[in-house]
């Protein structure tokens, strides 16, 4: 079974500054997709980036990006330049080309110190 | 353009009580998914429905049963509640099962006593 694992419960990180956040993953499959979605107070989740895992290049949107390091199974998210607005739970979610399900990570709240 | 819209926000039940929760989404999508979310265990996919007409298991469907009663609409009901099943439920769609973008409603905060 797929099992995505975050190892980090809570962090922080002062506004302005950078901060990273861990995703691993199991996996015997080559071809699959990762996703890290932000859930904020309002508990809406919101997708925030995703990679392909065929694609070598790590994905970037706007301050956030990943580094995706297929051989080690590890998807970290880079949130640069952190505003308040990006204080929230952050899941880590995994989803094999040829399935159907999603497998979430159980999530890191992130806080932003003014 | 609403998104995905679930209805009720809150739910109070007693044990052995039943109820329904109802999703919808504007999206003309053809994935319907129900998600629970629990302290420190992630979002588990309960039930999912690839196209109109389908639905199939997820990871924890025991104790559930949905219908995906047209293109818009995927309900989750819960025939006789229990303690157990005190959760945040989330309704998602996507436009293929085999897209990876899902798109997720805002959630119902059921408690079951």
């Known amino acids: 079974a797929q099992t995505v694992t975050q190892s980090q419960p809570e962090m922080s990180v002062q506004e302005a500054e950078t901060v990273t956040l861990s995703c691993t993953y199991d996996?015997?499959?080559?071809?699959?997709?990762l996703f890290w979605y932000k859930q904020p107070p309002s508990r809406q989740m919101i997708l925030v980036i995703r990679?392909?895992?065929?694609?070598?290049q790590n994905a970037t949107e706007n301050r956030f990006s990943v580094n995706f390091q297929k051989a080690a199974k590890s998807f970290s998210l880079k949130i640069s330049d952190s505003q308040l607005g990006d204080a929230a739970m952050y899941f880590c979610?995994?989803?094999?080309?040829?399935?159907?399900?999603?497998?979430f990570g159980t999530g890191t709240s992130l806080t932003v110190i003014p | 353009n609403a998104g995905v819209t679930q209805t009720p926000k809150f739910q109070v039940l007693k044990t052995g009580q039943s109820m329904t929760l109802q999703c919808a989404q504007d999206?003309?999508?053809?994935?319907m998914y129900w998600y629970r979310q629990d302290p420190g265990m992630g979002l588990r996919l309960i039930y999912y429905?690839?196209?109109?007409?389908?639905?199939d298991k997820g990871e924890v469907p025991n104790g559930y049963n949905v219908s995906r009663l047209n293109k818009r609409e995927f309900s989750l009901r819960l025939e006789s509640a229990a303690p157990s099943q005190t959760s945040v439920y989330f309704c998602?769609?996507?436009?293929?099962?085999?897209?990876?973008?899902?798109?997720f409603g805002p959630g119902t905060r059921l408690t079951v006593t």
């Open positions: 998602a769609s996507s436009r293929d099962i085999k897209i990876y973008e899902q798109y």
């Open positions: 996996t015997s499959e080559s071809d699959y997709y």
């Open positions: 990679q392909e895992a065929y694609k070598q």
């Open positions: 979610a995994y989803k094999r080309n040829t399935g159907n399900q999603f497998y």
């Open positions: 999206m003309n999508h053809n994935s």
């Open positions: 429905s690839a196209s109109e007409g389908t639905t």
